[in-house]
RNA sequence: GCCGAUGUAGCUCAGUUGGUCAGAGCAGCUGAUUUGUAAUCAGCUGGCCGGGGGUUCGAAUCCCUCCAUCGGCUCCA
């Protein structure tokens, strides 16, 4: 008899070469048909893997991460099979389960295969599915896979095996069909239910734009029809959110064919809206001592052969621009901090002026493969809410953990609460990518863990995400469709002041290097708005709200009060407007709910006798009548709130 | 840039195999109605069917080619 640990500290006796599957069905028959995959010691395998020794497990379901892993790998296998025999020949590639479903790239050869086969595709899945094979794992020496992929002509699968350092590789079977895989799987196919492919697109072999392109196709499944419905109610959800279809139908922004692809123009309300967003931040910034700074949209190319921009984007980016006469070489600025460190160069700097923070909201262009633009994320040109601050090497971490405080008062202010952290370490098996040196790296680098550490973040380490010339402090967020955004980023940087040649005078009256922290809170602010409309779908909080409400008559004869009430709101600086067509008062209401305007106030005959208003809060429906003062005074304590950051620090 | 898909009024979309196929709803305009908490009624105006080239007696429809958009891949200072 072995002893078995469960999650709850349990222990429970079971025969040696008990299973995961044996083991559930031990504690309730039902969780045996829910449970997916098991762990041993940390590890996860098949649910029919036989338990040797004394173990502490955990068993997977749909509700586990590595539960719907199982699920969905054990998909991918049972498409491979279904793709397989409806197009014979086809060469299977890989094909892994993902956060959000399966997919699968093969190489066609010869096959067309499109959207429309979708159907097609998925009946032969299900019909597969029902046939409740069992997924066999089997382990095959090194010499015969590879042979045996030989034969099938399938150069993919023996180059991935020639990589592997094992000489035993594992294969999973079921029914027909076999691949190479290291698992787990579900115990058999009838657990999947529902399926449904997604999309089909290009991908390169092994991600290498040099290499064959294959073709891949995604998919979800589930193990209940239902759970597939609500699914794809989601995705429609989350598609009603896309901040391209409601930048144009809020009227924030626009794209014209002819001014370019990739971009973007404010209108009016966006414009505004964006206002608010960067007078928000001035406002921090101020109370944290930043100084404004302009620089011009364009630099000359020796600015960036300086910094080291051209070298690593000159051949990427757009062309340079040419004087006719003199024949200088200009080129669009990518960056702002090639001018911020020139603008700190204008006069010379004594240990006691620092930190000097140069702050800008400096609009920069850079070329994107036209087939990477995506509305307001990914533009050619945007405006950055930059800074740079330049500061002795012993005022760093101070200054970082500063900057981490103004990315978490505009996140706060704005209820940004599902985001992640990523430490942006350099990849040190490629140096060639990023200039500067190893002892300078490692000094950015050791700051930035520092300070996160100080500061308690939940952080996750990924290395090759570095800029070329420093380390960063990245905050992402997921759009309405589960794609990841760069939002705010905080980068340490040696390497420019090294390349400026950028100096302090110290209390040693000896010339010192400044250590530069760049950093930009809300990132773009293209793509800060973008993930707004998302997060908030459309519902802004009132203090961002291009209107904050709209007066709506219950009939025309009543215009003259609502110009009243009008002005009296402008009077608080409140933005309004009085929606006085010739509609009934429902209609008014429909429409101006659909614009997302958080108050609507209706007035009709008792309110222009009484002076008072019928207030509509958006989403919660008639709250009664009230009166004007006592609006207005509402509207702008909930503004004041929204808007007032706690911790003002003291600075200097 | 690569693979695939899409492109018809301001918006959302119909237009079977090429031959009254240039349509609908919403928006806009005009009029009637003067309205009490999520769509009042009627009429009218909108389109070089993304651009260019071709096939054909005839193209929104078929072919080629640009452009743009969408989904991915690669890239992202």
């Known amino acids: ?87 014979p020949g086809i060469k299977l590639c890989i094909g892994p389960s993902t956060d959000n479903g399966f997919y699968y790239d093969i190489d066609p050869c010869g096959h067309n295969i499109s959207e429309k086969d979708f159907p097609e595709i998925e009946r032969k899945m299900i019909e597969l599915a029902r046939q409740k094979n069992r997924f066999i794992r089997k382990e095959v020496p090194k010499e015969e896979a590879i042979d045996h992929y030989r034969k099938e002509g399938n150069e993919y699968k023996v180059e991935l095996i020639n990589e592997f350092e094992d000489e035993t590789i594992t294969f999973y079977l079921h029914g027909n069909f076999s691949d190479l895989c290291r698992g787990p799987h579900l115990p058999d196919t009838s657990y999947i239910k529902a399926v449904r492919l997604l999309n089909i697109a290009g991908a390169y072999w092994r991600g290498d734009e040099n290499r064959k392109q294959l073709t891949r196709i995604y998919g979800i499944s589930f193990p209940k029809q239902k ?84 070298e690593k984007y000159g051949e990427s980016s757009f062309r340079p621009i040419n004087t006719p006469a003199e024949g200088e070489e200009f080129m669009l600025k990518p960056m702002n901090c090639p001018h911020h460190c020139e603008i700190y160069k204008s006069s010379p700097r004594s240990y006691k002026d620092l930190p000097v923070r140069y702050a800008e909201f400096g609009t920069v262009y850079r070329y994107e493969q036209s087939g990477e633009l995506h509305g307001l994320t990914r533009v050619r ?110 980068q340490v940087d040696y390497n420019l002041p090294e390349r400026f040649d950028l100096e302090y005078t110290g209390a040693d009256n000896e010339k ?29 909080p009132l203090w961002l709200a291009p209107e904050q409400a709209v007066i709506i008559t219950v009939s025309e004869k009543f215009e003259f009060y609502a110009k009243k009430v009008l002005k009296f709101l402008n009077n608080y600086d409140i933005r309004a407007l009085v929606d006085n067509r010739n509609e009934k008062v429902g209609r008014k209401i429909r429409d101006n709910e659909m614009k997302r305007i958080p108050y609507l106030l209706v007035i009709g005959e008792k309110e222009a006798e009484s002076g008072k208003i019928s ?25 004041k709130k929204q808007t007032t950051s706690t911790n003002k620090p003291i600075v200097n």
């Open 1 to 87: 008899m072995i002893r078995i640990t469960l999650p709850d500290r349990s222990v429970k006796e079971y025969p040696e070469g008990v299973t995961g599957l044996e083991i559930a069905k031990n504690i309730s028959e039902k969780l045996a048909k829910e449970v997916y995959a098991v762990s041993v010691n940390g590890q996860v395998y098949d649910l029919t893997f036989p338990i040797e020794k004394d173990a502490e497990i955990k068993l997977y379901t749909w509700d586990d991460a590595e539960g719907r892993h199982a699920f969905w790998h054990s998909s991918a296998h049972l498409m491979a099979e279904a793709l397989e025999s409806l197009y």
């Open 227 to 310: 759970l597939l419905d609500r699914h794809m109610e989601m995705l429609e959800e989350a598609a009603r959110r896309d901040h391209r279809r409601l930048g144009k139908e809020l009227e924030l922004f626009t794209f014209s064919r002819k001014v370019g692809s990739g971009l973007p123009m404010w209108l009016p309300k966006g414009a505004r809206l964006r206002e608010r967003l960067e007078n928000f931040l001035k406002k921090v910034q101020d109370d944290y001592g930043y100084d404004p700074v302009l620089s011009p949209h364009i630099g000359q190319k020796e600015l960036y052969i300086t910094s080291g921009h051209y």
């Open 381 to 490: 040109g945007f405006t950055q809410d930059d800074a740079h601050i330049f500061c002795r090497p012993d005022q760093l971490k101070e200054e970082f953990i500063k900057v981490i405080d103004i990315v978490f008062i505009i996140f706060n202010a704005l209820e940004f609460s599902d985001f992640e952290i990523h430490i942006s370490l350099r990849d040190k098996e490629e140096k060639e990518n990023y200039i500067g040196t190893d002892e300078n790296w490692e000094k950015a680098e050791n700051a930035i863990l520092e300070a996160t550490r100080e500061k308690g973040l939940d952080a996750k380490i990924v290395y090759g995400e570095a800029a070329f010339y420093g380390p960063k402090l990245d905050f992402m967020v997921n759009d309405a469709l589960g794609r990841k955004w760069q939002l705010g980023t905080i």
């Open 512 to 540: 010192h290097r400044p250590v530069m922290i760049h950093r930009a809170p809300f990132g773009s602010m293209e793509r800060f708005v973008a993930v707004m409309i998302e997060h908030t779908a459309g519902r802004f």
């Open 615 to 639: 207030v509509r809060r958006q989403g919660e429906g008639d709250k009664g009548s009230m009166e004007l003062e006592d609006f207005a005074a509402m509207v702008t304590n909930e503004v």
